[in-house]
C-alpha cells in the first residue's frame, strides 16, 4: 500500500474526481468554512491588490499494483504535485 499526497488547483478538481471515479476509486468531497486570501501591498505609494490561487490537498491509500495507473491519471492535470510513501497497515 502506498500513500499518494498531494495538491491540486480547485478548478481541476471536478475532473480529477470523474478520472477516480472511472478507475473505480470512491471520491469524497469534505470542505470546511474557509477564507480567501486577498492581500494588499503598497508601493511607492501605489496600493498593488493580488489574490492567492485555491488549491486543494489530495490524500489517499492505493495498493502498488494502481500507482501507476493513478499517478498517469494525476500527471495529465498539468501542474500539479505529488508524494508517494510506503504506508503502513495496522491489524485490527
Known sequence: MKLVVGIIYTRDMLKL????????????????EGHRVVQYRVFEGVAYMYRLL???????????ELVGTLMDTLH??????FVITPQQICPA
Open 54 to 64: 485555491n488549491r486543494v490537498k489530495i490524500r489517499t491509500v492505493v495498493s502498488d
Open 17 to 32: 474526481g470523474d478520472a477516480l471515479e472511472a478507475m473505480g476509486l470512491i471520491v469524497h468531497e469534505t470542505a470546511y
Open 76 to 81: 495529465s492535470f498539468g501542474n500539479c504535485k
